[in-house]
């Protein structure tokens, strides 16, 4: 089965650049999905389709792909930011999500 | 704007069979361009995905659950709905249902969840 791979935490300072990755076997060729959850809150959909914005996400983030690699990347990081985000994909009649990265702004 | 809201048990006994319903506003559960999901989230882990159905009764299935699983959807009531056997304390999480739209291929509306515990 396809497996997704992020790192469990990363530390942003405030108004800086996070980015977090997703690691899966040539992800490049897939369509990749980020969701942010905030705690005691459901998932939300911040980037569909690699480096697309669903409507009332902002432009500070971004997603782009390659290789083996997707990444999320968050400029200016508020602390509104600090949560945790999971990236996903379609495979094989699945879907698949990743483990999960805790954003902590400092 | 879409809507949508579970409503389960809360507590199931382990060897039970949970059944949990996502209520639709805003929207039709026969809208063919939406595939309806669960996914859920266990304490303090990520999340695993769990279904995914279409009003045409095309479905997936996470293969480690699918021998203890039915989806299903009802356009009179504009619900869709889930149903889980055979129950385990490993089955505890917060379960979610979601709408998956062809246009961007991604769970795009979530609900709130409904956390589902099981115990004796």
């Known amino acids: 089965s396809y497996e997704l791979t992020q790192p469990p935490s990363l530390s942003v300072a405030l108004g800086q650049t996070a980015t977090i990755s997703c690691e899966g076997n040539?992800?490049?060729?897939?369509?990749v999905h980020w969701y942010q959850q905030r705690p005691g809150q459901a998932p939300v959909l911040v980037i569909y389709?690699?480096?697309n914005w669903p409507s009332g996400i902002p432009e500070r983030f971004s997603g782009s792909s390659s290789g083996n690699t997707a990444t999320l990347t968050i400029t200016s990081a508020q602390a509104g930011d600090e949560a945790d985000y999971y990236c996903?994909?379609?495979?094989?009649?699945?879907?698949?999500f990743g483990g999960g990265t805790r954003l902590t702004v400092l | 704007q879409l809507l949508l809201q579970e409503s389960g048990p809360g507590l199931v006994k382990p060897s039970e069979t949970l059944s949990l319903t996502c209520s639709v506003s805003?929207?039709?559960?026969?809208?063919?361009?939406?595939?309806w999901g669960w996914i859920r989230q266990p304490p303090g882990q990520g999340l695993e995905w769990i279904g995914t159905?279409?009003?045409?009764?095309?479905?997936y299935y996470n293969p480690s659950l699918r021998s203890r699983l039915t989806m299903s959807i009802d356009t009179s009531k504009n619900q869709f709905s889930v149903t889980m056997t055979s129950l385990t304390a490993a089955d505890t999480a917060v379960y979610y249902c979601?709408?998956?739209?062809?246009?961007?291929?991604?769970?795009?509306?979530w609900g709130q969840g409904t956390k589902v515990s099981v115990s004796s």
């Open positions: 996903q994909v379609w495979d094989r009649r699945t879907e698949v």
């Open positions: 040539d992800i490049g060729s897939k369509s």
């Open positions: 389709g690699t480096s």
């Open positions: 805003g929207g039709s559960v026969s809208n063919t361009d939406y595939f």
């Open positions: 159905k279409h009003h045409s009764g095309s479905g």
């Open positions: 979601a709408s998956r739209i062809k246009t961007k291929n991604a769970f795009d509306v």
